[in-house]
């Protein structure tokens, strides 16, 4: 069996290179319609998985911070235990005072210890405070959570539609579109995509029509707008940088521009009066 010769993409006439440059771009456009349809959801339900992990992240860094707080507070109720222990000691000892130096350091004890407390107790009420604050902040949180967790599941079923609906499609799409790259030259090829990339609307390839760009209508000169029609080189905008393509060759039927009626005379009031001017006598033989 004869083997099939494989040509190279560089070898094909212009003409083939601009009709294979053309299909492909009409593959991608479907694809982008595809994308288009999806809208804004993939992000949409991006962003929201995102925020769910920064609200699950900010609701164990707070619960670690009450936990802190609250371990803080039985160290400080430990703290007034002892010194209320101590302050009862000391009173206890000064019913056995020997002299007043010892009844002074006793007293002096004593007030240092309910300072302690009165400072213990003072700390207590903020850290309870703080604690009240941190546990608003993990309601909120968890609530906002919830409300998020339910959105990003109707989000996703949504997408999910979607892309059930045009996956095999864009699949299909995609192969196609693969295939019809391995026919056309790589330098030429990524040109094309480079266009296609600094476009707004994707479209690397584009027909005249009205004399002018497909893509950014700018005026196209009658010689360029002959060497298109040649498809003997590859011409391109030189607004836009699109790829120009013959609209006959793109497959397009371009309707001829309608020819204008010409337009009535208008007669003037000075035609009507010169219209209703009395016969001569000439006139009337």
């Given at each position: 069996m004869v083997k099939k010769k494989e040509i190279n993409p560089a070898e094909l006439p212009v003409e083939e290179k601009l009709k294979n440059l053309y299909q492909l771009q009409t593959m991608l456009s479907e694809i982008d319609k595809i994308r288009i349809l999806r809208g804004e959801l993939p992000l949409e339900v991006e962003d929201l998985e995102d925020e769910i992990e920064g609200l699950k992240t900010r609701v164990e860094n707070t619960t670690d911070e009450?936990?802190?707080i609250r371990g803080r507070i039985n160290e400080l109720?430990?703290?007034?235990?002892?010194?209320?222990?101590?302050?009862?000691?000391?009173?206890?000892?000064?019913?056995?005072?020997?002299?007043?130096?010892?009844?002074?350091?006793?007293?002096?004890?004593?007030?240092?210890?309910?300072?302690d407390i009165e400072l213990a107790q003072?700390?207590?009420k903020e850290a309870q405070a703080a604690e009240k604050t941190k546990e608003e902040?993990?309601?909120?949180s968890k609530q906002t959570l919830e409300e998020r967790?339910?959105?990003?599941?109707?989000?996703?079923?949504?997408?999910d539609e979607i892309v059930a609906e045009t996956k095999a499609e864009e699949e299909k799409l995609r192969e196609k579109a693969k295939n019809l790259e391995m026919q056309i030259e790589p330098r030429l090829l990524q040109s094309f995509k480079?266009?296609?990339?600094?476009?707004?609307?994707?479209?690397?390839?584009?027909?005249?029509?009205?004399?002018a760009c497909g893509g950014c209508f700018a005026k196209i000169p009658p010689q360029r707008q002959l060497d298109v029609r040649m498809r003997k080189k590859i011409i391109v905008c030189e607004y836009c940088g699109r790829i120009l393509i013959d609209?006959?060759?793109?497959?397009?039927?371009?309707?001829?521009?309608?020819?204008?009626?010409?337009?009535?005379?208008?007669?003037t009031s000075r035609t009507k009066k010169a219209d209703t001017t009395t016969p001569t006598a000439n006139d009337v033989e």
């Open positions: 009450v936990n802190q109720k430990t703290k007034i235990e002892l010194a209320t222990n101590k302050v009862n000691e000391y009173k206890s000892q000064l019913d056995s005072v020997r002299n007043n130096r010892e009844y002074d350091t006793l007293n002096k004890e004593i007030e240092y210890q309910q300072l003072k700390h207590i902040v993990i309601e909120r967790t339910q959105d990003l599941e109707v989000k996703k079923n949504e997408l480079r266009i296609r990339k600094n476009t707004r609307n994707g479209l690397g390839i584009v027909y005249v029509q009205r004399d609209p006959e060759l793109a497959g397009v039927k371009i309707d001829a521009p309608k020819e204008e009626k010409p337009k009535r005379k208008r007669t």
